[in-house]
Structures are given as structure tokens and as C-alpha cells.
């Protein structure tokens, strides 16, 4: 299963951006049914959880609520994330994620840079 990240750029503080996950290869089937994350990975730290997709709930960090909304086109088996309200905070690399039952992978990640 390959992850198709994009969406990344150079954004100013207040702005907006909207990453793309892209699975193309994914059976119609188990996209539906398939958890999806979106982890930002800030430049000298882990990997942290900023949101999940999964059988119809949705899950955010603490420091993107109310700011991130992620979703999903089904039809598309692409997994959005509409960043607004960006901070610098938000800078890093952002990587889509997919696991289930037998499956873990990962994006390449696309870098989210927010300038003041």
C-alpha cells in the first residue's frame, strides 16, 4: 500500500494549508473500513499524533483542536487535513498513516514550514 502525501508548503502565521493523503491502490473496500492518522513530526522530535479518521469518528490532538479538521473522499481513497489558524508551532513534517488488522505504513511526509 503506497501513502501519496501533498499539500505541504510555506505558509505565514494565521494561514491556511491542506494536506492530501492519496491511496490509490487501496481496494475501494477497505479504504472504507481503514483507519487513517496524521502525525507532524516537529525538527528535533517525534513523531506526535495530530488526528485520526476512523469507522466514521475523528480524533485531535489537544493542540490542533478547534483549528485541524480531518476527512476523507471515499470515493477519491484520499484523507484530507485543512490546517487553519496555522501557528510556527506547526511547522515539521507531516506524514499520513494507515493501519488495520495485518497492515502499518506510512507516507513520506510532506513539510508544513509556518513563518511569523
Known amino acids: 500500500v503506497q501513502l501519496q502525501a501533498s499539500g505541504g508548503g510555506l505558509v505565514q502565521a494565521g494561514g491556511s494549508l491542506r494536506l492530501s493523503c492519496a491511496v490509490p491502490r487501496m481496494i475501494l473496500s477497505t479504504f472504507w473500513?481503514?483507519?487513517?492518522?496524521?502525525?507532524?513530526?516537529?525538527p528535533g522530535n517525534q513523531r506526535e499524533l495530530v488526528a485520526t479518521s476512523s469507522?466514521?469518528?475523528?480524533?485531535?490532538?489537544?493542540?490542533?483542536?478547534?483549528?485541524?479538521?480531518?476527512?476523507?473522499?471515499?470515493?477519491?481513497?484520499?484523507?484530507?487535513?485543512?490546517?487553519?489558524?496555522?501557528?510556527?508551532?506547526?511547522?515539521?513534517?507531516y506524514f499520513c498513516h494507515t493501519?488495520?488488522?495485518?497492515?502499518?505504513y506510512w507516507g513520506k511526509g510532506t513539510q508544513v514550514t509556518v513563518s511569523s
Request: charged share 25%; proline share 2%.
Open 55 to 93: 469507522d466514521g469518528s475523528t480524533y485531535y490532538g489537544d493542540s490542533v483542536k478547534g483549528r485541524f479538521t480531518i476527512s476523507r473522499d471515499n470515493n477519491k481513497k484520499t484523507v484530507y487535513l485543512q490546517m487553519n489558524s496555522l501557528k510556527t508551532e506547526d511547522t515539521g513534517t
Open 33 to 42: 473500513g481503514t483507519t487513517f492518522d496524521w502525525y507532524q513530526q516537529a
Open 99 to 104: 493501519r488495520g488488522p495485518g497492515m502499518d
